[in-house]
């Protein structure tokens, strides 16, 4: 593979900056450099911060919601005219399979572009008539105005589909932003950049700064008080340390945090759908998915039979390159999360679990084994505080456990900080119901997973997270709402 040079993105143009920092860009399938990255520093960041604050009064902050919808769809054309660019870096980046990136990763990137452009186009604002004493009345209406700068700080497990469900809708409603991709997963960020230009995406508007988190172009970003608003989407104590950092000037943030998402197969499943479901909720994207499941919960008449045949399944997983299309699994995204995954399934055994499949790093061909390969594991038989169970693990990894109540399993899944998502698999609609409503979580599937409808809330519920983005929830986020009042 060549070796690319990854630049930051300001007002328009790419530069390498002044800070002289670099950073290698390694893929995480063979081990092997594909990239050298240009760090921001401080000036880099206060450059494309002052870049987008200028641009929100520029052509961008001028034109109608049409006249930027427009250039939006544009945006989601060029990222599919280009769509084996963007799907070669991203599957570099990440080692995920080809199969995935092609209908879900890219996509869905630039699907985000155009489900907002239209969105902003189509909603209308409340307006109120107010009676007042002397009879003549007032009139109370609300318009909505972009919130400004929004700093964006993006996570590496589906880097161009994240980074453009907050870009997407962030400049739909006329702000402008400067994005902080994760340092592990940079390229398609930055080609973005050529895409906004030959769109037409006037300079400033898409700024992009490379760097890590503290002491780096994050904290740089988010401690700014040029950026008006964060919206972040990471592991929870990051948000704890980008919200103390919002804190000064009392800046809003919308966080999509971590999860520890629980399934829960009732005895009158479905068995052949809840093991499919399960086997693409517990492995999908080598298990870093927010939304995936660590935790299964099975009633007890159907949980032997459940393991053997869960077991079974996740036998068959192949692991491979990204560009075979009979791979199911890439490695995981680097070697330093290859070492936290493998820390737990240390822990598992330590705590004694019973490992019914996997448990280390599987044999790769020798051209592979440098890459950041684990095996698809399942454990059964750990007590409900073993860290495997309580702890985000984001590996394709899970622990089994029966049960014999929707009481018992209800309070289960409830027990943990986390409340992201939750897959409830039964074909008793009043229980599907019952126990949907009773979850704590951002969103509940009954008898499927991932199945996602854009124009719907998303987000987590307690350290999973803060607001909703998704439809018209996104404005809530994205713009100002100022009513105004006119006495008649
Ligand atoms: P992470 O929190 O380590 O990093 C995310 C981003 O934050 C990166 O760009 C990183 O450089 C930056 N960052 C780190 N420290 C920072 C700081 N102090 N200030 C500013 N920026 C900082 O998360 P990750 O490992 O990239 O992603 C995996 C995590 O993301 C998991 O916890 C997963 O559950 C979560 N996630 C949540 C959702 C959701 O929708 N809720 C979606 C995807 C991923």
Request: contains cysteine; proline residues 6%.
């Amino acid at each position: 593979m060549s070796t690319k040079e990854i630049l930051n993105f300001i007002n328009g143009e790419y530069t390498k900056g002044t800070s002289g920092k670099t950073f290698e860009n390694r893929t995480p399938v063979d081990g092997s450099l594909i990239g050298v990255v240009h760090e921001a520093g401080r000036a880099e960041v206060d450059a494309a911060v002052k870049a987008a604050r200028e641009a929100l009064t520029g052509p961008w902050g001028k034109m109608t919601n049409d006249q930027r919808s427009e250039i939006l769809h544009r945006v989601a054309n060029g990222v599919t005219a280009r769509f084996d660019e963007f799907l070669k870096a991203e599957c570099a980046d990440t080692g995920k399979p080809v199969s995935i990136a092609n209908h879900i990763d890219i996509p869905r990137g630039a699907a985000n572009f155009k489900v907002f452009a239209d969105l902003v186009k189509n909603v209308g604002n409340e307006s109120f008539e107010t009676p007042t004493p002397d009879g003549t009345g007032a009139l109370n209406f609300s318009v909505r105005r972009p919130k400004g700068v929004i700093g964006v700080i993006s996570p590496w497990n589906l880097p161009l589909l994240l980074m453009t469900w907050k870009v997407g809708p962030a400049l739909a409603c006329g702000n402008t932003v400067v994005v902080k991709p994760s340092e592990e997963t940079p390229a398609t960020t930055a080609l973005l950049g050529e895409v906004m230009n030959e769109a037409g995406v006037p300079p400033g508007v898409y700024n992009v700064i490379h760097g890590f988190g503290p002491d780096s172009a994050g904290a740089f970003l988010t401690e700014h008080p040029g950026v008006d608003a964060i919206t972040f989407t990471g592991e929870t104590r990051t948000g704890e340390a980008i919200m103390k950092a919002a804190a000064v000037g009392v800046r809003d943030v919308s966080f999509e945090l971590g999860g520890k998402n629980p399934g829960i197969v009732f005895a009158d499943c479905d068995m052949e759908k809840a093991i499919e479901g399960t086997m693409r909720s517990v492995f999908a994207n080598c298990g870093q998915v927010c939304l995936g499941t660590e935790r299964v919960y099975v009633e007890r008449p159907i949980f032997d039979e459940f393991v053997a045949r869960f077991a079974e399944s996740a036998k068959q997983l192949k692991l491979g390159i990204p560009e075979d299309p009979t791979v199911d699994m890439g490695p995981l995204v680097s070697h330093e999360h290859q070492r936290k995954v493998l820390s737990y399934y240390q822990k598992a055994k330590d705590a004694g679990a019973t490992i019914v499949l996997g448990g280390g790093v599987p044999n790769m061909p020798a051209e592979l084994a440098a890459g950041a390969w684990v095996e698809p594991t399942i454990w059964t038989g750990l007590p409900d505080d073993a860290a495997v169970i309580t702890e985000e693990i984001f590996g394709p990894c899970c622990h089994i456990r029966p049960f014999d109540t929707e009481e018992e399993v209800i309070k289960l899944a409830n027990s943990l900080p986390y409340g992201l998502a939750a897959a409830v698999w039964t074909e008793n609609t009043s229980r599907a119901l019952r126990v949907s409503g009773q979850i704590e979580c951002g969103i509940c599937w009954v008898n499927s997973w991932f199945l996602r409808d854009l124009r719907t809330a998303f987000g987590g519920s307690k350290q999973s997270g803060i607001g909703r983005e998704g439809g018209e929830h996104s404005l809530e986020f994205y713009t100002e709402l100022k009513n105004i009042c006119i006495k008649l």
